[in-house]
Structures are given as structure tokens and as C-alpha cells.
């Protein structure tokens, strides 16, 4: 079974900083990318970064310039720089891997992590 752990959001005043890592575990076959997912109360679920195996990225136009994905194939993890935090950063934030293994590929979710950003 495959599993996604986030861990690394918190409370941050505006203008702050944090860093979020996801780990995958598991019989994984192999990652074709993982990225980053951010909900707020009321909102729909919107993709805020991803990064493919070979390195691509791609970023949501409001965090660019603000925010780094980034990862680390032979950990298995993923990680996102937030620098020049806002308060409409304020979500959760979840990390989603589309994931190989003996089933196939299939898409994982973590189980979120809080980002709150005070004005």
C-alpha cells in the first residue's frame, strides 16, 4: 500500500516562510510526479505545484516566484519552499503522487497539512 506523509506546515506571519516535504511509501514500482494540492475553507481543491520525474516543473501563477518545488528521487520525497507568504496562502495543503506500482498507476494522496499565514 502506498502511503504519502506531509509534514511542515504551521502558523506563519505574512511575509514568513516554511517548508513542506512528503514522503511516499511502499511497493513502489516508480514516481511519475508528485505535487502539491492547497484547499481553503469554501474553495475548491487547486493544484499549487508539481514536479515530473525527470525534473519539469510547473507552478499556479499566483506562487510563482514565491514558491520552489522541488525533490529527491532516491528519498522518495517531495519538498515546497514557501517564501512571501500571504494570507490567501491560508489552506490545506496536500501532497498527490501518480504513483506505479503492481496495480498500475494511480494517483495518492496525503493526508494534509495546515499552512495559516496571520496579516
Known amino acids: 500500500q502506498v502511503r504519502l506523509v506531509e509534514s511542515g506546515g504551521g502558523l506563519v506571519q505574512a511575509g514568513g516562510s516554511l517548508r513542506l516535504s512528503c514522503a511516499a511509501s511502499g511497493i513502489i514500482s516508480s514516481i511519475k510526479s508528485m505535487g502539491w494540492y492547497r484547499q481553503a475553507p469554501g474553495k475548491q481543491r487547486e493544484l499549487v505545484a508539481d514536479i515530473t520525474s525527470d525534473g519539469s516543473t510547473n507552478y499556479q501563477d499566483s506562487v510563482k516566484g514565491r514558491f520552489t518545488i522541488s525533490s529527491d528521487n532516491a528519498k522518495r520525497t517531495v519538498y515546497l519552499q514557501m517564501n512571501s507568504l500571504r494570507p490567501e496562502d491560508t489552506a490545506v495543503y496536500y501532497c498527490?503522487?501518480?504513483?506505479?506500482?503492481?496495480?498500475?498507476?494511480?494517483?495518492?494522496w496525503g493526508q494534509g497539512t495546515q499552512v495559516t499565514v496571520s496579516s
Open positions: 498527490n503522487g501518480e504513483i506505479r506500482t503492481w496495480r498500475g498507476d494511480n494517483r495518492y
